[in-house]
């Protein structure tokens, strides 16, 4: 738009102008387009420097009525107005804004940037800890990961100070005294805009109040806000969904987020695909995929990811001493029941499930894929059987079908494995854990204390079970996953092809809010943003990217470390033999587990399930009424999904033992 030739008003066309209505305090500081039309401007006010372009545009609006462009009743003070836009019945006036082309504003308040202004960016989100202490400050550009790092590693205060300086540095680029209205934006029936920077494409409607933010909608993942949402120092990113009365206060919005519900927040930060509705939320750190749906649930100082909360779900960040400055951490995966209460500080492992209500702040954060049920008041823990739970494998396999951002930018990294160094290194921490209590309180005790949480004798040894078994599947996986598509005339070229292509992996693996990456290379991060080598958040983003896609170069390399380790093997030894007795175990452990999967799902169909099916009828009309509602259990698709991963996984490992059976001596 700054290329635009704009022109003076005629005598004659400002003699119109007062005809329909109009008036400037200065008429020589409005300037118009070569093909402006005056036909389409009617009670309009100019103050200050104002640029119109031409009208050439018809609105087609929701029951086929028609609109052509133009302006109707507004004041315009210091705005500059694109081609095609239609601008009407602005109750108080717009005041600093560039209004891009084919913009749509009608029946609105008032839009008015007032003096330098950073729209949202610098906010300081006081996340987890509501007294301060771990402050994200937050920009259009924040992924999970950098403000998890931002929020987590405080360990390292220059990091910290570095991190404010590159956020601020990028917040002072944005600052401006004018605002700026993306193309092909509808505003309607709307409040309050103060301060708001609007992408292209964002529809706005309804909204009461927008002060102090970004709203960064785009053409290829637009924003919606809808009815009576209340926003004040946010960034709201794009592909977003906020309607239905959500109030936000101090938030971050991440890309394909959708907010309703009356849904409250303050102080937290969203990242990509969450879904929040009727409940609330305060100074947590929700990273990709959480999910809340109950009137009834508050999370608080606390940090998800990939979580689904119960109705009811609830935890308290005091004990009534300090202040609320106690938080929680409930790692990838882990879920809440109904009615489920945390009494932070407590730290819970991955893919696990809370139910009732813990007060002893357990941390079973080495203790992946387990349970922790209440009990008289006591925490109960049931080690590893979410890995044979149809739930745990029908989140896994749903979470990328639900990412639903469209922009070619995707600002969060996330990696949906469920098994990955991350949760294998877990399950390896897990069995050496549970060992360790049988031979501390003996074999035959009826249960074992961990940590703040018991554990009963016989699912201690089942969950022993399930951690091999998650074990030997990945290792499996890896190694079959190296070694598909070649043809191997000697153990010599198998051990070739067995050496990792890079010495980066080994060791601890940390999930940075959905990207899993190997720890080294997290604090080679760290230390080159501050040693100043990585300077702006673009440059951050582009080695995030860079550690996101080499994770499976990364991951060989964790996992052939493990399988020498886990097989008493040696790397100038291995042989074809070795291979097929890891493919054993591996077609053992997947047909196992998924056998233990199929028969979790078989709960669904039982009779027990069909309890409240075929009201009024006969038990066959019971079962007859069931299967018209959920289906038959041998024709259900999961089902059926099951039954063919088992069939192919055990074609995929006999295919690769078929290829090297020629070079097996046993």
């Known amino acids: 738009m700054e290329n635009r030739n704009y022109r003076n008003l005629t005598c004659k066309e400002i003699e119109l102008l007062h005809a329909r209505n109009c008036y400037a305090e200065n008429w020589d500081t409005v300037m118009v387009s070569d093909d402006f039309d005056i036909r389409y401007v009617r009670n309009v006010e100019f103050s200050g420097n104002v640029r119109i372009g031409h ?15 133009g302006l109707k009743n507004v004041v315009l003070h210091n705005v500059v107005i694109g081609n095609g836009c239609c601008i009407e019945n602005v109750k108080n006036y717009i005041a600093n804004y560039v209004i891009d082309d084919g913009v749509f504003i009608d029946n609105v308040d008032c839009i008015v940037v007032e003096g330098k202004t950073a729209f ?72 309050y805009i103060k301060n708001v920077r609007i992408g292209s494409y964002a529809k706005i409607e309804g909204a009461g109040k927008l002060k102090n933010g970004s709203i960064n909608s785009n053409v290829y993942d637009p924003v919606y806000i809808g009815d009576g949402v209340i926003c004040n120092d946010f960034i709201i990113s794009s592909g977003a969904n906020i309607g239905d009365g959500t109030m936000l206060s ?24 969450c879904q929040e509705e009727n409940g609330e939320a305060c100074a947590i750190f929700a990273g990709p995929f959480t999910v809340t749906h109950h009137k009834s649930t508050l999370l608080i100082a606390g940090m998800f990811s990939f979580m689904n909360a119960g109705s009811g779900s609830n935890q308290s960040n005091h004990m009534y001493k300090l202040g609320p400055i106690h938080q929680g951490i409930m790692e990838r995966g882990a879920k809440t029941a109904s009615d489920s209460y945390i009494l932070w500080p407590a730290k819970i492992g991955a893919f696990s499930l809370v139910m009732g209500r813990h007060s002893a702040h357990p941390d079973t954060s080495d203790l992946p894929f387990s349970y922790l049920i209440e009990n008289n008041n006591s925490t109960y823990l049931i080690p590893g059987v979410n890995l044979k739970s149809v739930g745990t494998i029908r989140d896994a396999q749903k979470w990328p079908k639900r990412d639903n951002r469209k922009d070619v930018v995707k600002t969060d990294k996330v990696n949906y494995n469920l098994l990955s160094p991350f949760t294998i290194q877990k399950m390896m921490r897990a069995r050496e854990i549970l060992n360790n209590l049988t031979r501390v309180s003996g074999e035959t005790s009826d249960t074992f204390s ?58 601890e693996w940390v999930d940075l809010q959905g990207l899993i990456a190997p720890k080294s290379e997290v604090n080679r991060m760290i230390d080159d943003i501050v040693e100043g080598r990585l300077d702006s958040a673009e440059m951050i983003d582009e080695r995030l990217t860079e550690i996101h896609a080499n994770y499976y170069t990364y991951e060989w390399t964790w996992a052939y470390g493990k399988i020498l380790e886990t097989y008493g093997l040696e790397a100038d030894s291995i042989t074809a033999d070795d291979v097929r007795m890891i493919v054993d175990k591996w077609q053992n452990a997947v047909v196992s587990l998924d056998r233990l999967v199929y028969e979790d799902a078989k709960k669904e169909f039982s ?49 690769l033992k078929n290829r090297i059976k020629e070079l097996c001596v046993g």
């Open 607 to 655: 009779l027990s399930a069909m309890t409240g099916f075929g009201a009024d009828g006969t038990k066959e009309e019971k079962i007859q009424d069931f299967e018209q509602v959920r289906g038959d259990f041998d024709n259900n698709t999961f089902v059926k999904a099951v039954l063919e991963h088992i069939r192919v996984k055990t074609e995929l490992g006999n295919e």
């Open 250 to 273: 101090r938030c971050f919005v991440g890309q394909a987020c959708r907010m309703g519900h009356n849904y409250s927040a303050s102080d937290s930060l969203f990242f990509c695909n």
């Open 55 to 69: 009208f050439d545009k018809v609105f087609t609006l929701a029951g086929g009525i028609s609109k052509h462009s």
């Open 450 to 507: 961990y940590q703040s949480a018991k554990i009963r004798n016989s699912s201690l040894y089942k969950g022993l079970d399930f951690y091999e078994m998650g074990i030997h599947k990945f290792l499996g996986n890896s190694i079959i996953k190296r070694l598909e598509g070649t043809v191997f005339g000697s153990n010599e070229e198998i051990r070739e092809r067995l050496k990792p292509d890079t010495g980066t992996g080994e060791g």
């Open 120 to 191: 949202g960016n610098g906010t300081e989100v006081s996340v987890l800890n509501e007294t301060g202490g771990r402050e994200v400050i937050i920009h259009d550009k924040l992924s999970a990961h950098e403000a998890y790092i931002s929020a987590m590693y405080r360990h390292r205060p220059m990091l910290s100070q570095r991190l404010k300086e590159i956020a601020m540095r990028y917040c002072d680029e944005c600052a401006s005294d004018t605002g700026y209205i993306g193309n092909d934006t509808i505003i309607v029936n709307t409040g």
